[in-house]
């Protein structure tokens, strides 16, 4: 499954960086890409991984998530 969300907080190549890693390190999601110039992060992840779950992870490293 792929999704798709908006990331507020993501300033510069090392956020990029910092909110894969974040998501990544969810049980689940396979790839996570990050585009500084649209800000937004799209996530492939197996179907029980909840957009609660992503949001979780990128708040704890400092961002936010919302639907795109």
Request: some cysteine.
């Amino acid at each position: 499954m792929k999704s798709t969300y908006k990331v507020d907080g993501m300033h510069c190549a090392s956020c990029v960086m910092n909110i894969e890693e974040a998501l990544l390190d969810v049980d689940g999601v396979t790839d996570a890409e990050a585009s500084l110039r649209s800000s937004k992060v799209t996530v492939e992840h197996d179907d029980d991984v909840t957009p609660e779950t992503l949001a979780s992870a990128a708040k704890e490293a400092g961002y936010q998530l919302s639907a795109s």
